[in-house]
């Protein structure tokens, strides 16, 4: 089945610091890959999407590109503000009429310190 | 525009007893899932609901059951509350009709169930 498998946790930077969360994912056919990011109390806020190989998300200053070769889905941001403190998850969307079903990473929890 | 909503925010129910949570979904949205997120852990799919129908289910048993109403609001229903059932609950919704199928999940803040 689907899996979606992201760096451990938790990840402690300072502001102005570069980031990058892993993300590997397993899946059949032509997956869509997401960021989701969640912040204290609140749901799940899409934060960027990629539908195809080599496609580039970005959103807010964070990027991730779609690597099919390594099936991996990388989040970066060149630098990272006190704001930018939450949760952050990996997701697909496996191929077929899977209109709903996201499969999530386990969650990578950011701290940034001023 | 509203967002999704979920009612209630929190809940506290004991071992053995039944819950009912409920969702309305963004506006001109048709097609509503739930999620259920454990402490720490990522979401995991229960099932999706589309034209007051149950389409996809995930890895949940048969206490797990749901319903949409022809304004697309939704409900899930527990029965049997186990301890393991304390997590938040998402709901999703997304527009299906008429749309491609990367149409993104839009999500509410959650309903957190406590069973004592």
């Known amino acids: 089945g689907d899996s979606v498998t992201q760096m451990e946790g938790p990840v402690t930077l300072s502001e102005e610091a570069f980031l990058t969360i892993n993300c590997t994912y397993t899946?059949?056919?032509?997956?869509?890959l997401f960021w989701y990011v969640q912040y204290p109390g609140e749901g799940l806020q899409l934060l960027l999407k990629?539908?195809?190989?080599?496609d580039k998300g970005s959103n807010k200053g964070f990027e991730a590109t779609y690597r099919k070769e390594t099936t991996s889905f990388h989040l970066e941001k060149g630098s990272v503000q006190v704001s930018d403190s939450a949760v952050y998850f990996c997701a697909l969307r496996g191929g077929g009429t899977s209109y709903g079903k996201l499969t999530f990473g386990q969650g990578t929890i950011l701290t940034v310190h001023p | 525009d509203a967002g999704v909503t979920q009612s209630p925010t929190h809940l506290i129910k004991t071992r053995g007893q039944q819950v009912t949570l409920r969702c309305s979904p963004k506006s001109g949205h048709d097609t509503v899932s739930w999620y259920q997120q454990a402490l720490g852990q990522g979401p995991q799919f229960i099932f999706q609901?589309?034209?007051?129908?149950?389409?996809q289910r995930g890895n949940f048993p048969d206490r797990f059951s749901g319903h949409q109403f022809p304004n697309y609001s939704s409900e899930l229903n527990v029965n049997a509350l186990l301890l393991g059932d304390s997590a938040l609950y998402l709901c999703a919704s997304s527009l299906v009709a008429g749309s491609s199928y990367n149409s993104p999940l839009h999500f509410g803040n959650g309903t957190r169930l406590t069973v004592t």
């Open positions: 609901y589309y034209e007051e129908e149950e389409r």
């Open positions: 990629a539908t195809k190989a080599d």
């Open positions: 899946a059949t056919g032509y997956p869509s």
